[in-house]
């Protein structure tokens, strides 16, 4: 072959076809020298192809890094919240970083006008005196705590994600793109779920950061339960205007995600599963429940066939506080409504009963704290875990709240709450829209009370993967209320920028 043939066909190689060999190249040696390590890279490589093939020109450049910032958020949970970037001694989490920025692009760029519109949201106003009251804290809170301070505020700042979900749903073919989106990722969190009884080998063998103290960015699944069991809803209820899948492959992949909560066992995502039928049943929403009711008996079903499975074959399949079988199980149901000796009870709830007394005890120490709160750089409650590191929070966002901000913070907080939810249902109830936009607006209403749920039981707002994907889901749901007119002639989707009219809401 002549030198000119030679260099014709290394021109006509696709560029992506060399990286993408660069690629596998790359992974292969990752796996055959610390294999663990490797595969756990795979589903990251796999997600990040993923929103480069659907986010390359489709999006904008704030778009793209938000869906990053989640995407990581979701899967990796606490890994990511730590997972930090060295600069002049002092480390920055990576995905407050691409949050900010994604900010700094809006301001500065085209949507700059809707997004002072999004900003006069009433929930975004109830977050924004949240937000004044945290500065005046922290103006006196940094120079005594430092990096501490600005920690404890993130679930507060993080809020920003609320108007940005806001502007994001303004425009509807970029709407299908998230839609699609998040189908995706609960896709990945499915298998990566099931990762859990190998968790500890996996983080033995990640690579580690963090802003106070290293943490494995692989193997983390504080927050896998709850989007398994929003994953379900959103396979049954969307994903058949989504993918072009058979229905029963999509139901055979939502009972795999709630076999999955068998593993993680989270007792609050067992009662998230009874929330969700009140909620439906409030609504009138009886397809969807009967629909929930089903996957129900599917999941149990791929449950039942999984253990018998692991026990036929002599293994045992450590889930989160106990062994995969049914006994603990319902042994583990049955603490929820004090069926069992109170003496008997798990080690959580007395932990919690414990860290609540503390924490109010803090809150009347003085008129201040009580009013306005103590503010931010203090850990609220006393207590170590096994490894050592610190637990500053009492496990109920909202008692946080309270504790940080003082009755006057809480009244903002619950206000809006109140906001959300009720704007919501009465879109759900009043709204003749497509069948698509009224089950995504259910799925986002009880991701909401779910996210709240596990708000009450678990610090997930104050950490920024449950605070940043809550935020920002609130605020898709809330510009699709805003940006949409309700009437009968409405399209399916939201309407582009360009169409918008007075906001309504």
């Known amino acids: 072959m002549s030198t000119s043939t030679l260099t014709k066909v290394l021109w006509?190689?696709?560029?992506?076809?060399?990286?993408?060999?660069?690629?596998?190249?790359?992974?292969?040696v990752l796996v055959a020298t610390n294999p663990l390590a490797g595969l756990a890279a795979l589903p990251a490589c796999f997600v990040v192809y993923g929103i480069y093939r659907w986010c390359r020109v489709r999006l904008e450049?704030?778009?793209v890094l938000v869906l990053f910032a989640m995407t990581s958020y979701l899967l990796l949970n606490y890994g990511f919240d730590n997972f930090a970037v060295g600069w002049g001694g002092m480390q920055f989490p990576v995905g407050d970083l691409l949050i900010f920025l994604a900010i700094v692009l809006v301001i500065w760029g085209k949507q700059s006008g809707m997004l002072s519109l999004a900003m006069q949201d009433s929930a975004a106003i109830c977050m924004s005196v949240l937000l004044l009251l945290s500065i005046a804290h922290l103006i006196f809170d940094v120079p005594r705590f430092g990096l501490y301070a600005l920690r404890d505020s993130s679930m507060i700042f993080e809020a920003a994600?609320?108007?940005l979900g806001i502007v994001w749903a303004s425009d509807a073919k970029r709407m299908k793109l998230l839609m699609r989106w998040l189908f995706f990722v609960f896709f990945i969190n499915l298998f990566y779920s099931y990762t859990f009884p190998w968790g500890e080998a996996i983080r033995s063998n990640s690579p580690s950061?963090?802003?106070f103290h290293p943490v494995p960015l692989f193997g983390n699944y504080q927050q896998s339960a709850m989007w398994l069991l929003l994953g379900a809803l959103f396979f049954v209820w969307l994903g058949p205007s989504l993918v072009r899948w058979p229905r029963w492959v999509l139901i055979l992949l939502a009972a795999a995600q709630l076999g999955g909560l068998a593993i993680l066992q989270v007792r609050s995502m067992y009662v998230g599963i009874a929330v969700i039928f009140v909620i439906l049943f409030l609504l009138g929403e009886l397809r969807k429940a009967f629909s929930l009711t089903s996957m129900l008996a599917a999941g149990t079903g791929v449950l039942v066939a999984f253990v018998w499975l692991v026990s036929m074959a002599g293994i045992q399949i450590q889930g989160r506080m106990g062994p995969v079988d049914f006994s603990f199980i319902a042994n583990q149901t049955k603490t929820l409504f004090d069926l069992v000796d109170p003496n008997a009870r798990m080690s959580h709830d007395v932990d919690r009963s414990g860290w609540y007394q503390e924490v109010w005890r803090r809150i009347q120490s003085s008129a201040s704290n009580t009013i306005i709160g103590e503010g931010?750089?203090?850990a609220l409650i006393s207590f170590e875990?096994?490894?050592g590191i610190p637990v500053r929070q009492p496990h109920n966002s909202s008692l946080t709240v309270l504790a940080r901000l003082g009755f006057v913070g809480l009244a903002a907080w619950l206000l809006f709450i109140l906001v959300v939810c009720t704007r919501y249902v009465r879109y759900i109830r009043n709204a003749k829209a497509s069948a698509q936009i009224s089950s995504l607006m259910v799925w986002l209403l009880c991701a909401f009370v779910v996210a709240l749920l596990h708000a009450s039981v678990q610090p997930s707002l104050e950490f920024s993967s449950g605070a940043c994907p809550f935020y920002f889901l609130a605020g898709i749901g809330l510009g699709i209320i805003r940006w949409r007119k309700l009437e009968p002639s409405t399209v399916s989707l939201p309407m582009s920028s360009r169409q918008l009219a007075t906001p309504s809401g």
Do not use: M, N, P, S
């Open 61 to 63: 450049v704030w778009q």
């Open 209 to 211: 950061a963090g802003v």
């Open 161 to 163: 994600l609320l108007v």
């Open 376 to 378: 931010f750089g203090q």
């Open 385 to 387: 875990t096994e490894e």
């Open 12 to 28: 006509a190689i696709d560029k992506r076809t060399v990286f993408a060999f660069t690629v596998t190249a790359a992974l292969g």
